[in-house]
């Protein structure tokens, strides 16, 4: 009896491990401007983001306009999911942030970051970049180009097999059939590791 349970429990750990390691999506957070969701709208809310199958915690702050999303592992991302969320509740999306573990790709014109498990894409963006005399547009892809820094440093990780950790806002992701990540925090694990940046 005694050697089921010890079987038993190593069983259930290594799920737990490998669901811990192989866990991409790691949170999303989402902000609305303040005092336009009542009590009554963020109990609303949090049942909308409790209809999403990929959320697994939700940490409210409805005085300060935010929620933070932690995510199952294994499940993509979808904004228009979110989107339908806070449209049912009443407030509008201000900004959306992710933190993503994934892979980093490269084409000839763009760096992606394809989430480990689920293989969601996330095209790599940077900060706003004006240049010398010329008007720079937010609002355009092509004023979000990624710093030689950091260019660098993605294709240095992807030579070496490492698993990226990125966080940062969705750009514009309504306008877009696909997403679009501008890159705040960057910083790489071993893809053999265990170890797991915490949200």
């Known amino acids: 009896?005694?050697?089921?349970?010890?079987?038993?429990?190593?069983?259930?750990?290594?799920?737990?491990?490998?669901?811990?390691?192989?866990?991409?999506?790691?949170?999303?957070?989402?902000?609305?401007?303040?005092?336009?969701?009542?009590?009554?709208?963020?109990?609303?809310?949090?049942?909308?983001?409790?209809?999403?199958?990929g959320v697994a915690e939700i940490l409210m702050n409805q005085p300060g306009g935010h929620v933070e999303l932690r995510w199952k592992p294994n499940f993509p991302f979808a904004y228009q999911q979110v989107k339908s969320a806070m449209q049912a509740a009443g407030p509008g999306i201000r900004d959306?942030?992710?933190?993503?573990?994934?892979?980093v790709h490269f084409d000839q014109q763009t760096a992606s970051l394809v989430s480990v498990g689920d293989n969601t894409t996330f095209f790599l963006l940077g900060q706003l970049q004006a240049k010398q005399n010329q008007l720079a547009v937010y609002y355009n892809v092509?004023?979000?180009?990624?710093?030689?820094?950091?260019?660098?440093?993605?294709?240095?990780?992807?030579?070496?097999?490492?698993?990226a950790v990125i966080e940062g806002p969705l750009f514009e992701p309504w306008r877009y059939p696909y997403m679009w990540l501008i890159v705040d925090k960057l910083q790489f694990v071993d893809s053999t590791s265990t170890n797991q940046s915490q949200p």
């Open 1 to 53: 009896m005694l050697r089921y349970q010890l079987y038993a429990l190593v069983f259930v750990l290594t799920i737990l491990f490998f669901a811990r390691a192989s866990a991409e999506i790691v949170k999303v957070e989402v902000q609305w401007q303040p005092g336009t969701c009542p009590m009554s709208c963020a109990q609303l809310l949090g049942t909308q983001f409790q209809k999403i199958p």
């Open 96 to 103: 959306i942030r992710v933190k993503v573990r994934g892979t």
């Open 142 to 163: 092509e004023s979000h180009p990624l710093s030689q820094a950091t260019l660098t440093r993605l294709v240095e990780g992807a030579q070496k097999n490492q698993i």
